[in-house]
C-alpha cells in the first residue's frame, strides 16, 4: 500500500475530522428526526429550536393507536414481503436460464429487464389506476404487489443472474452426465450455492417495495394504504404536528436502515443495477 | 460454453417472470398510449372521444410542461456537478490507507442516505428547514446568517430540494467513485506514487482513466432518477411554492390526479417514458455491451 507519504500528526488529524464531518453530515438528520420524535408539541415548536429536553413517547403512541400508522406499517409489511417472495420466485429461475442457457433474443431481452430500472412509476401511475378500477383490484395489498414487481423484479433478475454465473460450470456438467434434470439442477445445485445472491436481492428487494410512494399514493388510498402514504397525510392541514411526523418516519426508516446496513456493501450494486460490482 | 435447452425448459424457467413483467410492465403502457389518443378527464367521464394527437399538441405546447422539464434539467444541472465534486473528494479520502476502522464507519453511514425512505427524506426537510423552528436555520444563526424562509420562498425552495437532493445522493456518488477507485491497480498506483507526492497528479493522470466508467454510470443514473424524482420534492413543497419545485414527474402527477386529465397525463408520461428510453438505450450501449 502507498502508505509511505503518510504524513503524522497534523495531516492525520485532519483526515480524521473530514471522516467524522461526512459520517455526521450523513447521520445528523437521522440524529435530528429521532430526537424531535420524542419531543412534544410544545418542544418541538421551541424557537429557537431546543437540543436538551425530556424525552416522551407519546407522539409513538399516539401515531400507533390513534392515527392507524400501525394498520399503515403492516400493510407496508404484507406488500413489501410478498412482493420481495413473489419476485424472488419469479426471478431466480429467469437468471438462472439467463446465466447458463444459449437461447435467441437473450440480448433483447435482457435489454427490457434493465429497461425498467428507467421507468418512472408516474408513467404507469394512471393506466394502472384505471385498470385497477376495473378489475376490481383498487385498494387491495394485490394491485401494489403487482406493481412493485415492476421494480423489484429486475433487481431480482440482475442480481441473481450474477450471481449464478459465478456458480462453477462443472458441478451441473456432473450432474447432467448423472441424467439430471435441468430443473433438479437448479433446485439442488445452482440455488444453494447461489444462496447469498439471493439473500441481497431479496433484502433490496423489500427495501425498494418498502419505500414505495408513489403507486401507494395513487392505487391505495385507504383499506390497503402504506406507511409512507400516511406519512404524507400528516402534511395536510394547517397545523404541522412535527413530533407525530418525525415519530411516523422513524417507524417507517428504522427497517430500511437495518436492512441497508446488512447489505451495506451490495445496496449500490442494486442501485446502479450492477454498473458498479 | 453456454448450454442449450428444449423450449419447453426455457418457457419454465422464463415464462413466469417475463409474463408478469409483461402484464404489470407493458399492458399498463399499452393501456396509457391508447388513452393518450383520448379526450379523457375523470370529472367528466361520459365524455371521452378520440382525439387523435391532440393531446400531445397541448403538452408539447404547453409552457408549464417545458418548464418543468427545464426545471428538471437545472435541478440536475446544480446537483449533480456538486454531488461529483463533494463525492469524489469523500472517495478519495477513504481510499487512502490508514485510519481503517474509522474508514469502515464512515462507508456504513454513507450508504443510510440512499436508502431512507424517500418520502421521509422529504418530511425530513418540512422539519429541519422550517424557518421558526428549523435546525438549519438556527445553525445558519449561529454564523451570523438570518433565518431562510427555505419552503415558502419560489427560489428558496428550489434551492431546498437542490440541498436535499446533494444530501441524500451525494454519498451513492461517493460509493460509486469509490468503487472507481478501487480499480486503479495497485502496482500502478505505487508505481506513480514513487514518482510523485502530487495528490493531484495522481488523480489526474493515474485514477481519472479508471474513473470514468464510474463517471459515465453516475450520469446516466442520476438523469433517470432525476427524471423520476417525486417523492422527496413532493413530501416536502407539493411542487409550490406556485411551480417552484415542480419537476416532471409531479408536474404528471397533477395532471392526472389533482386535475383528473388522465389523457393529457397519458401523453405526457408517454413523452417522459421516449426520453427515458433513449436514455436507457445508452446507459445499455455504454455499459452491458458484454453481455
Known amino acids: 500500500m502507498a502508505a509511505t507519504d503518510m504524513a503524522p500528526g ?42 436538551w429536553f425530556t424525552p416522551t413517547l407519546a407522539n409513538y403512541a399516539e401515531v400507533l393507536f390513534e392515527d392507524r400508522v400501525g394498520v399503515a ?24 436460464a439467463l446465466a447458463r442457457f444459449e437461447f435467441r433474443g437473450k440480448r433483447d431481452l435482457w435489454f427490457w429487464f434493465i429497461t425498467n430500472r ?12 384505471l385498470i385497477s378500477r376495473e378489475v376490481g383490484l383498487r385498494d387491495t395489498h394485490l394491485a401494489l404487489i403487482l406493481m412493485y414487481l415492476t421494480f423489484c423484479l429486475p433487481i431480482v433478475i440482475w442480481i441473481c443472474t450474477d450471481q449464478f454465473r459465478s456458480v462453477p460450470r462443472e458441478l451441473d456438467e ?4 448423472e441424467g439430471a434434470s435441468q430443473w433438479r ?9 447461489a444462496m447469498p445472491g439471493v439473500a441481497v436481492s431479496a433484502i433490496l428487494s423489500f427495501i425498494f417495495a418498502w419505500n414505495e410512494l408513489l403507486f401507494a399514493y395513487i392505487l391505495a388510498p385507504n383499506r390497503a394504504k402504506t406507511a409512507p402514504a400516511m406519512a404524507v397525510t400528516f402534511m395536510e392541514g ?40 | 460454453m453456454q448450454t442449450r435447452v428444449s423450449r419447453l425448459t426455457l418457457l419454465a424457467f422464463l415464462g413466469p417472470a417475463v409474463a408478469a413483467l409483461l402484464a404489470v410492465g407493458i399492458v399498463p403502457l399499452l393501456y396509457a398510449a391508447w388513452k393518450s389518443l383520448h379526450d379523457f378527464n375523470l370529472t367528466r367521464l361520459a365524455q371521452q372521444r378520440f382525439v387523435g394527437l391532440d393531446n400531445y399538441a397541448a403538452v408539447l405546447t404547453d409552457a408549464s410542461f417545458w418548464a418543468a422539464l427545464g426545471r428538471t434539467a437545472l435541478l440536475f444541472g446544480i446537483a449533480v456537478p456538486v454531488q461529483v465534486a463533494l463525492g469524489l473528494l469523500i472517495a478519495l479520502t477513504l481510499h487512502r490507507p490508514g485510519l481503517s476502522a474509522f474508514k469502515a464507519l464512515t462507508r456504513l453511514s454513507l450508504v443510510l442516505p440512499m436508502a431512507t425512505t424517500y418520502a421521509v427524506v422529504g418530511l425530513l426537510a418540512q422539519v429541519m428547514l422550517n424557518q421558526k423552528y428549523g435546525v438549519v436555520n438556527q445553525m445558519l444563526g449561529w454564523i451570523g446568517i438570518d433565518a431562510i424562509n427555505f419552503i415558502g ?3 428558496n425552495a428550489f434551492v431546498a430540494v437542490v440541498l436535499w437532493d446533494i444530501w441524500q445522493w451525494t454519498p451513492f456518488v461517493a460509493l460509486i467513485l469509490l468503487a472507481g477507485l478501487s480499480t486503479v491497480p495497485p502496482e500502478i498506483e505505487e508505481a506513480a506514487r514513487l514518482e510523485t ?6 488523480l489526474r493522470h493515474v485514477q481519472l482513466p479508471y474513473l470514468v466508467p464510474s463517471l459515465v454510470a453516475i450520469l446516466i443514473l442520476r438523469t433517470a432518477d432525476t427524471l423520476k424524482l417525486f417523492d422527496m420534492p413532493f413530501t416536502m413543497t407539493r411542487g409550490g411554492p406556485g411551480s417552484a419545485t415542480e419537476f416532471i414527474a409531479i408536474l404528471i402527477e397533477r395532471t392526472g390526479n389533482r386535475q383528473f386529465d388522465i389523457g393529457l397525463a397519458a401523453a405526457q408520461s408517454i413523452l417522459m417514458l421516449a426520453l427515458t428510453i433513449l436514455l436507457a438505450r445508452l446507459y445499455i450501449r455504454v455499459f452491458y455491451r458484454e453481455v
Open chain 1, 10 to 51: 497534523r495531516s492525520r488529524w485532519g483526515e480524521g475530522l473530514l471522516l467524522a464531518a461526512i459520517a455526521l453530515f450523513c447521520v445528523f438528520p437521522f440524529y435530528w428526526m429521532v430526537t424531535t420524535s420524542l419531543k412534544t408539541q410544545v418542544v418541538a415548536l421551541a424557537d429557537p429550536p431546543v437540543w
Open chain 1, 73 to 96: 406499517l403492516v400493510n407496508s409489511l404484507i406488500v413489501a414481503v410478498f412482493t420481495t417472495a413473489l419476485a424472488v420466485a419469479l426471478g431466480c429461475p429467469a437468471a438462472y
Open chain 1, 118 to 129: 428507467f421507468v418512472s412509476p408516474v408513467v404507469l401511475a394512471f393506466p394502472v389506476f
Open chain 1, 174 to 177: 456432473a450432474a447432467l452426465l
Open chain 1, 185 to 193: 439442477i437448479f433446485r439442488s445445485i445452482a440455488l444453494p450455492l
Open chain 1, 238 to 277: 394547517y397545523d404541522v404536528p412535527f413530533g407525530k411526523i418525525m415519530a411516523t418516519s422513524t417507524l417507517i426508516v428504522i427497517p430500511v436502515l437495518i436492512f441497508a446496513l446488512l447489505a451495506s456493501r451490495h445496496l449500490v450494486r442494486g442501485l446502479t443495477m450492477g454498473a458498479v460490482k
Open chain 2, 153 to 155: 420562498d419560489p427560489t
Open chain 2, 197 to 202: 507526492k502530487s495528490d493531484r497528479a495522481i
